[in-house]
Structure formats: C-alpha cells, structure tokens
C-alpha cells in the first residue's frame, strides 16, 4: 500500500521544480496555473531565488506548492493511486489539492492568503521557534508547563524531533531548559512568527473566512489531517480541520503510524529534498518499508524503478 507524503516550509532550495518545468507539460500548467492566480514571479523564485526573496514567507508558500503539485501532476499522468495522501504542515494544501478536494487554482489562492497571514502575524505578534531533537515528547511537554510565558508544542516530528513555538521570551527560556535537561540538539529556525501556536490566532481568524469562501468536494483518496492524524474525506471535517491548522501541533509521528497500521508500506515524498523521508525513517522501524522521494526526473525515473519492483 502506497501513501504520497507532500512537504512544507524548510524543504525549500534556489532551483527546485526547474528541471521538472523543462521536462513536462503538464508541470508547466501548474507553474503557469501558479503564476496566474498569485501574480508572482514564481518560476523565477524557484529557479532563480535569490534565497533570500525564496523564503520571505509570502512568496515560499505558493512557490513550494507549485513543486509540489507538479510532482504530483507527472505521478498522476502516470496512473499512480496511492491509499493515501498527507502533508505537513503547509504541504497539507498539496495533499487536499491532489485528492481532489480542492481546485488548482483555489490552492493557490489559499497557500498565497496563508503566506500574508501568517507573515503579517509575525509581525504583529512576534514570536520564535526552536527544534528539540533527542529529548521526549513528554518531557519537553512538561518543561512547557514550567515556562512563563506563552509557548506550546508545535510539531512532533519524529520519535526524536519536535518544534516549539511562542513568544520570544518565553521560547528562549523552554530551548534552554530543554538543552539542560539532556536535549542533543536545540535549534532556533529561520521562520517569521510562532507558527502552529495561538499567536497565530488573529491570521486563523482571517483564514478561516477565507476558507468558507471556498468549493470543497469529497476526497477521491483519504487525506490524513495534521490536526487529527486520522484520515478524512468529508469536506465539512476537512474545513473544519484546516480552520484550527494555524494554531495547532502538526501531529507528523502518529499521522505516519496511522498510515502505517492502515498498511502502508511505501511513502513516497512528492516534492525537494527528503525532510519528510528521514522523519519517516526515524519514526517506523519496520525494516520492510520502502521511502522515495522525487522531484526532478531523474529522481521520478528511480521511483518508476522502484515501484515496478515493489
């Protein structure tokens, strides 16, 4: 059984989706389609950069779905069906598009409104946030309860990795209480804002009117949400959900168990890089499981190869 995983903000690189652009049409529809509905260079930014301009938060969102989905547009042309499709974070938006819940150009549309908010929120409401690898989940969590100050756990990445997510202040203190009690690596990471905590509740206000301004079908294939980590076709849960994705942890390690009780046993990460591949490879040890990544067409010409042997 196959799932098609898509990533988000962090798997970004200058040159991403250029290659795919020369070799398919149907990639090009999508960075066209892209382009269109944003009215940004986006072609250009992913191609070109410079990084800088790459990852302002605005430009990022609608830049990395456009990879994304034009991955998943060759796959699809191939006649490839997983059981299901996740995303984190902002990848989520690929995965509800691919399954058909909402429109190409909706998507975008949504991913460029998401991007202002969330990069205005972190202007209104500045915050941080900081990677945690080596330290339990549970531990962090109670280092959070003795913080003062507004900070949470934002997304619980692996058995060994989360993210947290809050005010300045008060996730400074948690990152050093966490390096002192035994975390191998704490990490400050180059994002705008405290995603996926309540500092980002006035951009999910704005966000959720938006979204019921939007068409939502029926998934063709399940969706695994990141706020429930269950899988979804109903458009009114998936509505509901994508209101509260802003504020609330991305759930990557029981999504990907989820997915893996279900039966899957091949993830195929549909996008650049393999950020998602390793925190796979980190959280089912099932020595059985096969995880592929493509982006350019070489990569998606090694998946054919490995899919036609599994």
């Not at 072609?43 to 430009?59: S, Y």
Request: net charge negative; proline share 5%.
């Amino acid at each position: 059984m196959l799932a098609i995983v898509f990533p988000g903000q962090g798997s970004q690189y200058v040159g991403m989706g250029k290659a795919l652009w020369e070799a398919f049409p149907e990639a090009r529809e999508v960075f066209e389609a892209a382009e269109r509905v944003t009215g940004l260079p986006v072609r250009e930014l992913c191609f070109e950069g410079p990084a800088e301009a790459l990852t302002a938060t605005a430009n990022l969102q609608p830049a990395l779905t456009a990879v994304n989905l034009a991955v998943w547009r060759v796959l699809a042309g191939k006649g490839l069906r997983p059981a299901f499709f996740a995303g984190h974070s902002l990848g989520e938006f690929s995965a509800l598009c691919a399954a058909g819940v909402i429109s190409l150009e909706d998507t975008f549309r949504l991913v460029k409104l998401r991007g202002e908010l969330m990069a205005q929120a972190g202007e209104t409401a500045p915050g941080a946030m900081y990677a945690v690898i080596g330290l339990p989940r549970e531990k962090l969590e109670e280092i959070l309860k003795e913080v003062s100050g507004r900070v949470y756990l934002a997304n619980h990445n692996s058995p060994e990795q989360s993210v947290i997510s809050g005010e300045e202040a008060a996730a400074a203190e948690a990152a050093e209480r966490a390096k002192a009690a035994g975390a191998k690596r704490v990490v400050r990471l180059a994002v705008s804002g405290a995603f996926h905590s309540p500092l980002m509740e006035a951009a999910a206000r704005r966000f959720e009117a938006a979204l019921a301004e939007v068409p939502m079908a029926e998934a063709r294939i399940p969706v695994v949400l990141n706020v429930t980590a269950t899988a979804e076709t109903s458009p009114e849960k998936i509505r509901e959900a994508l209101s509260r994705q802003m504020l609330s942890p991305v759930r990557w390690v029981e999504s990907v168990l989820f997915m893996y009780r279900q039966g899957v046993r091949i993830f195929l990460e549909a996008g650049p890089k393999k950020v998602l591949s390793g925190l796979i490879k980190r959280t089912v040890s099932d020595p059985e499981i096969t995880i592929l990544q493509a982006e350019t067409p070489e990569e998606l010409e090694a998946v054919w190869k490995k899919l036609g042997e599994a």
